[in-house]
């Protein structure tokens, strides 16, 4: 039987990726052959026995159990070659010493920094999500930032001490809950792509009062569980809940606005810079939810706007929610929102960018590659999310609240500046509605953060909210 897990969303230092790519092709099997949550499976609480003691030698980054594993694990090859290299140009022992020993946070985060951008840069390619976990959270002593000797906590496999007593020190920080969170985030499910559909939805909630998993609950009166890693099915229904963290999300940035129940008017949702990963969380289950709360709406129409999504026909639904029958229809323009609001009129109800990158713009990444590579390197062209001609775009859609997710603190404030900047260079002003908080509908599976600056370790889809009104300002 040929199992296919996706290995791209994993990457830990600290683990063996071979086995846990095994692993979490095992419960697949599992769960093809419907074996999932039966007595006689038993748990599969995340089972770090077998630990990663041996580190590659070449790049000094990735861990495996055995050599066995190092040579199978074929995609680490670029990615050692190039840290190898890096050690023998700058003859240094790691390749977190570029700059010297690593003795600070801040001087890890600068030593990742530029690890990242010539890993990029050498690569010709952005990062896949496996690099950037690894180049994000290597493998160093939580207390010292030695790099070595490293015991692995085995409760999660997330964090590394240089000893007992480091450890001990860091107990504070490193409490249960945190260690259950990483366990979530470092377990072999990770790199199973949930499998639910949800087809009975029940209550609706008051939106702006309730969170996601109540919400949820309220919706579909299924209950996750705390410990989503102890079978298949609640680590699914747990992947399920999260995943409508984007329509929740939805629901509340509508709350901002009254909605005219007109029969014929229909609800338009802009979905700016979308990736075909959007189209994930709005599926029928979604706008069931979304349907359940909005029940006067009639109509939804969803376009999908994003230069990097691949063409598709259109596509227009009936829902049917209890008794009542929806219509939905999705557009995909596989093109920026500037060219596309050249040619169409642009009349939304809502205007929301998920967890938009906006720190690309600007001269800062162009000055950082040059400082290191004085000679021209081409970078792969943006997506629109970058493009300030299409925030300006956005910022010029007057009345519609417009919504962005961040998925931390400092990227929402990032993000929000840039927006800040644009209105005021093109007299528009801005009415702050929601005002980065935090959002209750944020996703439930943790994630860890890949931006080194960040306080924030782990971070969730959807994380912060903001939403505004433009106007003109004369
Ligand atoms: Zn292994
Ligand atoms: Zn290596
Ligand atoms: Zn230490
Ligand atoms: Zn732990």
């Not at 260690?179 to 939106?207: G, M, N, V, W």
């Amino acid at each position: 039987m040929d199992v296919k897990v996706n290995v791209e969303s994993y990457g830990s230092s600290l683990q063996c990726c071979v086995c846990v790519y095994n692993q979490a092709r095992v419960l697949q099997a599992m769960r093809l052959l419907g074996k999932e949550a039966n007595e006689e499976v038993g748990n599969h609480e995340p089972n770090h026995e077998k630990t990663a003691e041996l580190l590659c030698n070449g790049c000094k980054m990735q861990r495996y159990c055995s050599v066995a594993h190092l040579t199978e694990d074929l995609e680490h090859r670029d990615f050692c070659r190039i840290f190898q290299d890096i050690q023998q140009v700058e003859s240094i022992d790691h390749p977190l010493f570029l700059q010297g020993i690593v003795l600070s946070r801040t001087m890890l985060n600068q030593a990742i920094s530029q690890l990242k951008l010539i890993l990029s840069v050498k690569l010709r390619r952005p990062l896949s999500l496996r690099e950037k976990e690894i180049l994000a959270n290597p493998g160093f002593c939580v207390i010292c930032y030695r790099t070595t000797p490293l015991n692995v906590c085995a409760g999660c496999a997330g964090v590394a001490y240089c000893s007992e007593n480091h450890r001990h020190l860091d107990k504070d920080n490193h409490t249960p809950n945190v260690c259950r969170t990483l366990a979530l985030l470092y377990s072999p499910y990770r790199l199973l792509d949930y499998e639910f559909q949800i087809k009975e939805f029940h209550r609706s909630s008051i939106i702006p009062e309730s969170h996601l998993v109540e919400a949820f609950y309220n919706a579909t009166l299924l209950e996750v569980s705390d410990r989503p890693w102890k079978s298949l099915q609640q680590y699914d229904l747990f992947a399920a809940c999260s995943s409508f963290s984007t329509i929740a999300t939805v629901c509340l940035a509508l709350t901002q606005i009254s909605i005219v129940a007109e029969p014929d008017k229909a609800v338009i949702v802009y979905i700016v810079g979308a990736t075909s990963e959007c189209l994930r969380y709005f599926e029928e289950m979604h706008l069931k939810f979304f349907f359940l709360q909005y029940e006067s709406v009639q109509n939804l129409e969803l376009y999908f706007i994003g230069n990097m999504l691949k063409p598709q026909e259109p596509v227009d639904s009936i829902i049917c929610v209890a008794d009542l029958k929806r219509t939905v229809a999705k557009r995909i323009i596989p093109f920026t929102f500037t060219r596309f609001s050249k040619t169409n009129k642009i009349d939304p109800t809502l205007i929301i960018m998920l967890q938009p990158d906006l720190t690309g713009i600007g001269n800062m990444t162009n000055l950082l590659v040059k400082q290191f590579y004085p000679r021209s390197v081409e970078r792969e062209e943006p997506d629109d999310r970058h493009w300030p001609e299409c925030l300006t775009n956005i910022l010029h859609t007057y009345g519609a609240p417009i919504c962005f997710t961040s998925i931390s603190k400092v990227q929402a404030l990032s993000n929000y500046s840039v927006f800040n900047e644009l209105a005021r260079e093109n007299d528009i002003v801005i009415k702050r509605a929601y005002n980065i908080a935090e959002n209750p509908y944020r996703g439930i599976l943790p994630l860890r953060n890949h931006c080194a600056e960040d306080s924030e370790m782990i971070v969730y889809t959807n994380n912060y909210l903001e939403v505004i009104f433009t106007n003109p300002k004369y």
